[in-house]
T-cell receptor, first 111, second 113 residues
Framework: GENVEQHPSTLSVQEGDSAVIKCTYS??????FPWYKQELGKGPQLIID?????GEKKDQRIAVTLNKTAKHFSLHITETQPEDSAVYFC??????????FGTGTRLLVSP | SAVISQKPSRDICQRGTSLTIQCQVD?????MFWYRQQPGQSLTLIAT?????????ESGFVIDKFPISRPNLTFSTLTVSNMSPEDSSIYLC??????????FGPGTRLTVL
């Protein structure tokens, strides 16, 4: 079955810097890759997703890139703000199978 | 997106007892899911609950321990039975809308003493 690895486990940046979180997946048939942000005491929030027919997608300060050949995808956050501090999870899905989540990245943005 | 609510938001329970968690969605959805998130960990799927059929459980989870009901297209319950301290976790329900997008509820934070 699908396996998703996520790095780094923790990431500390200064406000205004960029942050990059990377995930690799094992199943070459995976075709849907969402990213979730989980703030303390809350449920995961879908922030952006990408499908296998697209190489990059942007939404304001966040972007996701997908490299199908290398089987990895990344989340990019530019101009980070303290409110970006949270745990971020990547996930991958093959067809109608279940979502498989990465292990999470704790992002801390210092003012 | 969807507005999902869960009750209770948190609870502290004694070992050997059971707790039923409710999940309510503001629109009709076919697919609902229940996840467990142990402290500081990622999300683990417990089961998929589709209306009109038996829930499908993932490896390591059984119906006797985690019975699920799905009486209609906007509501589901998960019961954690005969609880032990190892069941202390966040329990999350989620729904899948069009285009594979999955949205999560706020979670139920369970502590078993």
């Amino acid at each position: 079955g699908e396996n998703v690895e996520q790095h780094p486990s923790t990431l500390s940046v200064q406000e205004g810097d960029s942050a990059v979180i990377k995930c690799t997946y094992s199943d070459s048939a995976s075709n849907y890759f969402p990213w979730y942000k989980q703030e303390l005491g809350k449920g995961p929030q879908l922030i952006i997703d990408i499908r296998s027919n697209v190489g990059e997608k942007k939404d304001q300060r966040i972007a996701v890139t997908l490299n199908k050949t290398a089987k990895h995808f990344s989340l990019h956050i530019t101009e980070t703000q303290p409110e970006d501090s949270a745990v971020y999870f990547c996930a991958a899905r093959t067809g109608f199978q279940k979502l498989v989540f990465g292990t999470g990245t704790r992002l801390l943005v210092s003012p | 997106s969807a507005v999902i609510s869960q009750k209770p938001s948190r609870d502290i329970c004694q070992r050997g007892t059971s707790l039923t968690i409710q999940c309510q969605v503001d629109s009709q959805v076919t697919m609902m899911f229940w996840y467990r998130q142990q402290p500081g960990q990622s999300l683990t799927l417990i089961a998929t609950a589709n209306q009109g059929s038996e829930a499908t459980y993932e490896s390591g989870f059984v119906i006797d321990k985690f019975p699920i009901s799905r009486p209609n297209l906007t509501f589901s319950t998960l019961t954690v039975s005969n609880m032990s301290p190892e069941d202390s976790s966040i329990y999350l329900c989620s729904v899948e809308l069009a285009r594979n997008e999955q949205f999560f509820g706020p979670g139920t934070r369970l502590t078993v003493l």
